[in-house]
């Protein structure tokens, strides 16, 4: 794995840490922080991790689709709890 490839890898990040991130990320480039060369290094770093969130979204999208599917009735009827 290349050095650039291995320092953006953020697979093993969660959602919540990716934002996170990638809050600090975006105020350290729009303060003026960090020095041009860096900058670009931490905005590739960042789309790395916008990527990573959107899948994790579209994961979490498509697993709550499937569990509405499971629990709404093919004949199109809502689900009604039994009343005591």
Do not use: W
Not at 22 to 34: A, C, D, H, R, Y
Not at 54 to 80: N, V
């Amino acid at each position: 794995m290349a050095k650039n490839e291995k320092k953006n890898d953020v697979s093993n990040l969660s959602f919540e840490q990716a934002i996170k991130e990638l809050t600090s990320i975006v105020e350290k480039i729009e303060q003026g922080e960090i020095p041009l060369e860096n900058s670009l290094q931490q905005y590739e770093r960042g789309m790395a991790l916008i990527q990573h969130c959107r899948t994790t979204l579209e994961k979490a999208e498509k697993r709550i689709e499937k569990i509405s599917k499971q629990e709404k009735p093919e004949d199109g009827s809502q689900k009604t709890e039994p009343r005591a």
